[in-house]
């Protein structure tokens, strides 16, 4: 499997409120730009363009998952939550590294009509390499993995492994600047 699905963290009564975004990633700067990408999407839904690309001013969540990856499902209503709550600031893309384009889109095809039905994919090797490597890593990460781009497209803030919902205020203070 290309990566390693990483645990969610404890609750935070159990483990006390970890901080995100507090240092600057090593990816800092980096930019993927309007690398063509592949995309795939729940039967009867509209097909999303070719680039993640920044605009009207909003940060950009990039989600990387998987559908053999348990906590990144997990965790994608809470995206959506976020999303909406935050719609004049944030957006969120998508982005399945599935080797097997079957199996996302038979997960976005479980999805509600209110969940995530829409997905990059980074299909080709050559491209998820390219793309992965613009982001500042040079292999195939450990999921779930989020990278925030700011809005001109630097990524700001890299989260390695899962959310949860006591992360939001951070969030919200970041997309907030």
Known sequence: KPGT???????????GARKICQKPPKNAGK????????????????ALGEAITTANGKWTWVNLWA?????????????????????????VAYVSIDDDER?????????????????Y?????????????????SDVPKLPLHV???PTGVVSCVIEGAIDANDFAQVEALVSK
């Open 5 to 15: 699905a990483v645990k969610p963290p404890m609750s935070a009564a159990i483990a």
């Open 103 to 119: 199996l996302s889109k038979r997960f976005l095809n479980e999805q509600p009509k209110t969940g995530v039905r829409q997905s």
């Open 67 to 91: 559908g053999w990856c348990q906590p990144c499902k997990e965790e994608m209503p809470l995206l959506k939550e976020w999303e909406t709550k935050l719609a004049s600031k944030l957006r």
């Open 31 to 46: 930019r993927p730009g309007d690398a063509k990408l592949d995309h795939v999407e729940a039967d009867g839904e509209t």
């Open 148 to 150: 925030l781009l700011d």
């Open 121 to 137: 994919f980074l299909k080709n090797q050559t491209t998820r390499k390219e793309w992965l490597e613009a982001l500042g890593f």
